[in-house]
């Protein structure tokens, strides 16, 4: 009994060695890798040296006024876009489950953004919101025909970039999670409405009571994917700001390490890699303070 047992957790690890194999080399050596480069100070790609060890990249970076603008930029994002696509998709969710009638055509119109690439969508938006020699955009336009004053949102103040940055990240996320919500929702038990129903409960109550809690994992989950993919962005702010996000102060914290490693302040993989191992302390605190918090409001 015990060989058979052993042999089967043998062949278990077996199974399991390719994929160990795989997030070992790709994942977590590169992260030691990365964490052993940002206490290496001077280090030079060229010749693989150093001259010493210590915290100064780690000083340099959380002193560097570029760093704390994309600190600064990502936080807004975060801030505003999680909590926002969320809610937002959870609403049309709700209604997209309440419908019959061209639910599946409605399902499909809402998913279409998030097959579609997103520099191609980015430069759709920097089109609608950026003012030319020959043209204020079709969202001055908009904004013209209501009596408003024309706002350049692409190169004009910060508080207008960083709405079409908002605008842009929610619009993207919003089918992913549109398409979670919406099948969870679809997967509750419908005798839960229909005792609902037969008590006489509004519509709201049985929202908050029935349905709010059976989908809360898919909500934590969505929040916690949410914040993560959030933390990560650059390529969509590429694609409105073009790829001197220092000089439009609209760099994000992955734009400011790629910027170290190859922009036209590049060279210093030292300072990139404390700034990586700082956004990853950024990231792993606030998963653990969601762990922390949905082991009281996440229904499993």
């Known amino acids: 009994m015990i060989k058979k047992i052993k042999g089967s957790s043998l062949k278990g690890w077996l199974y399991l060695l390719p994929a160990i194999l795989f997030l070992g080399c790709f994942m977590v050596y590169p992260l030691i890798d990365v964490f052993v480069y940002s206490f290496e100070e001077g280090y030079n790609s060229a010749s693989q040296?150093?001259?010493?060890?210590?915290?100064?990249?780690?000083?340099?970076?959380?002193?560097?006024?570029?760093?704390?603008?994309?600190?600064?930029n990502t936080f807004i994002l975060v801030i505003i876009t999680v909590p926002l696509s969320t809610g937002i998709a959870l609403l049309i969710s709700v209604g997209l489950s309440s419908i019959k009638f061209l639910r599946n055509l409605f399902q499909t119109i809402y998913f279409l953004p998030y097959v579609t690439n997103t520099l191609a969508v980015g430069l759709v938006f920097m089109i609608l919101f950026k003012k030319t020699p020959y043209s204020d955009g079709l969202v001055n336009m908009l904004i013209n025909l209501f009596g408003g004053d024309s706002i350049d949102f692409i190169e004009g103040p910060y508080p207008a970039k960083m709405f079409v940055l908002c605008f842009y990240t929610v619009w993207v996320v919003l089918p992913f999670k549109i398409l979670i919500l919406t099948s969870a929702i679809s997967s509750v038990n419908q005798d839960y409405y229909n005792a609902a129903k037969v008590d006489g409960t509004s519509k709201l109550r049985t929202f908050m009571r029935i349905t709010l809690p059976m989908i809360s994992p898919m909500l934590f989950y969505l929040v916690i994917t949410g914040f993560i993919g959030a933390f990560k962005a650059y390529s969509d702010v590429v694609a409105l700001f073009g790829t001197d996000l220092n000089a439009a102060e609209m760099n994000t914290i992955v734009g400011y390490v790629y910027d170290m490693l190859y922009g036209d302040s590049g060279g210093?993989?030292?300072?990139?890699?404390?700034?990586?191992?700082?956004?990853?302390?950024?990231?792993?605190?606030?998963?653990?303070?969601?762990?922390?918090?949905?082991?009281?409001n996440v229904h499993y």
Request: include cysteine; charged fraction near 10%.
């Open 49 to 72: 040296t150093y001259f010493g060890v210590g915290l100064y990249n780690y000083s340099y970076v959380l002193h560097d006024p570029y760093f704390l603008q994309a600190v600064k």
């Open 268 to 296: 210093y993989p030292s300072y990139a890699s404390a700034a990586a191992i700082i956004l990853f302390a950024i990231v792993l605190t606030i998963t653990c303070i969601e762990l922390m918090i949905s082991k009281k």
